[in-house]
């Protein structure tokens, strides 16, 4: 684990710990080893080298007793304090030792080596005392941060740990993308195997756990076998932050989503999402936390990844103009999210059908135009529709110089909402349904709930994804993600990303020379 304290010098004094801050700690559960195994069925606890009076042993079991620091392999290391002490009928321990600290936080009684009760408030004191003795870091700047700061710290790493804890393994992750889903799936203790869908279903099956996968890439039979076995799959896919290139171009994603019940994308199923969209109770702190979240992502001109460097579109003055954000045809996103729409070229003939006066500029998806997905248009076909082709723009400028950004299913629609631009949505994308769209498809019965904006951003941004610092290499929140792609501090291109560039550079050559050879205009 990151260090976020260390100990002061012999003597220092830190900051006065309230027991507002203790009671939290006990809540959230976060201190020692909280990473190690979750050991069951103790009932006694205790320091190796404390004395056990003969009748607090009376009728237990030797897997009833668990003897820390002690010679016996019994509980494993790590363990985690909390999961242990909390079952636990007595705990026996000097008052500064740590499990009599993690037992007077949430309760238990201690017994210490003249086989008497320990007072509660030592205790107390004991674990304040600790906490004070220490200056406290955030891992990812380096600054200095206060207890509070680090305790927050901790929770959101130790949920991280819980939710993976019941994947037994993982299909589908792309061997380029194992590093840092090791990362993200990692439990505290390990990180399951990657291995394919067939295998994966079979651990499943013999450990009672679920299987990670990454939808697009296991057979399409897998979810069904899953079904009839009782194993719950676990659906991984990048997030909405991403990284500063394209996922086709072998850029690592920094930001993943885990969905425990579906995908994002899937209108037809839903998924963890369209649950916390329509059912959390955003308190204020959360929506605030969101709207600065939104602020700065605007702000820093940050996109899901950070593509487009090329010259601004002309627009004509005095004309209603409309953005038109074309996807990849074949992606998931498209058949599970786009209503019956059959790809690009039936999404821009409803744009003009949706739109007959307007100047329409089409856009194409940076994938597909880097020559590495489905979906690809020629200009002439592309014009028969729209008014001009955008090749590669910054595309928020371009999105804040429109009229109305109308989308299929794509995540630009997302991004020009978080702008405050009109969008008009021909699929059922995750933001769609709930009052900040104008949506052409049929609705959606799970939505209706209104939603402000920031709401949006609170369950899409920061509730449902999780991030990877590209520095440290430490799970993060959004806030970080968006200062590391703004200032650059992203890992250099390597020569697998290099050499998928030039895949694609020669996959449109190819499309060009097919275009001219048959007296179609290039795109």
């Known amino acids: 684990m990151a260090a976020v304290s260390t100990s002061l010098p012999a003597g220092g004094s ?7 801050v203790l009671d939290k700690i006990a809540a959230l559960r976060v201190g020692g080893d909280f990473w190690g195994h979750e050991v069951q069925g103790v009932k006694l606890v205790a320091q190796a080298g404390v004395p056990i009076s003969p009748e607090r042993l009376n009728g237990l079991d030797a897997a009833e007793v668990a003897v820390i620091g002690g010679a016996s392999p019994f509980p494993p290391e790590p363990c985690d304090p909390w999961t242990l002490i909390e079952q636990a009928r007595s705990v026996h321990a000097r008052a500064e030792d740590d499990i009599a600290i993690v037992a007077g936080l949430l309760g238990v009684p201690v017994f210490g080596v003249d086989f008497q009760p320990v007072d509660p408030r030592c205790l107390k004191q004991a674990a304040r005392d600790r906490l004070s003795q220490a200056r406290y870091r955030n891992c990812f700047t380096g600054e200095e941060a206060d207890v509070e700061q680090a305790v927050r710290q901790l929770a959101e790493w130790r949920a991280l740990f819980c939710a993976n804890k019941a994947i037994c393994a993982a299909s589908g992750m792309a061997w380029w993308k194992r590093d840092v889903m090791r990362i993200f799936l990692w439990d505290g203790l390990q990180c399951p195997p990657f291995v394919t869908a067939e295998q994966g279903l079979r651990r499943a099956r013999e450990t009672e756990g679920a299987l990670a996968v990454w939808p697009s890439r296991v057979p399409a ?10 194993t719950p799959l676990i659906r991984v896919e990048d997030g909405f932050l991403r990284s500063r290139g394209l996922g086709a171009a072998l850029h690592p994603p920094g930001s993943v989503v885990v969905d425990q019940t579906g995908i994002y994308y899937d209108a037809h199923a839903g998924g963890d999402l369209e649950t916390i969209l329509a059912t959390h109770d955003f308190p204020p702190e959360l929506v605030e936390r969101a709207r600065l979240l939104r602020k700065r992502i605007c702000g820093s001109g940050v996109t899901k990844y950070g593509a487009g460097q090329g ?11 409309v953005l038109a954000v074309g996807q990849v045809d074949d992606d998931q996103s498209v058949h599970l999210g786009g209503a019956g729409v059959a790809g690009n070229l039936d999404f821009l003939r409803r744009v003009r059908q949706a739109e007959p006066d307007a100047w329409i500029v089409y856009r194409p998806h940076p994938d597909v135009q880097a020559g590495h997905r489905a979906g690809h248009l020629g200009d002439a076909t592309v014009l028969e529709y729209a008014d001009s082709v955008d090749g590669g723009a910054p595309l928020m400028q371009l999105v804040q110089s429109v009229d109305e950004v109308h989308v299929l299913s794509s995540l630009t629609g997302f991004e020009a909402l978080m702008r405050g631009r009109p969008v008009t949505v021909h699929g059922m994308p995750f933001y769609a349904g709930w009052g900040l769209t104008r949506d052409l498809a049929a609705p959606n019965g799970r939505r209706g709930r209104r939603l402000s904006i920031d709401q949006l951003v609170a369950g899409a941004l920061i509730l449902y994804p999780r991030y990877v610092d590209p520095v440290t290499w430490l799970p993060c929140g959004p806030e970080i993600m968006v200062d590391r792609l703004a200032d650059g501090s992203t890992p250099p291109m390597s020569w697998l990303i290099r ?5 694609g550079k020669l996959r449109r050559l190819m499309t060009l020379s097919a275009e001219l050879l048959h007296g179609r205009r290039p795109a």
């Open 311 to 321: 010259r601004m579109v002309s627009l004509p003055e005095g004309k209603r103009t």
């Open 14 to 20: 830190g900051e006065i710990v309230s027991d507002a």
């Open 221 to 230: 039979s897998t979810v069904d076998r899953a079904v009839e076995q009782g």
């Open 499 to 503: 050499l998928r560039m030039l895949q």
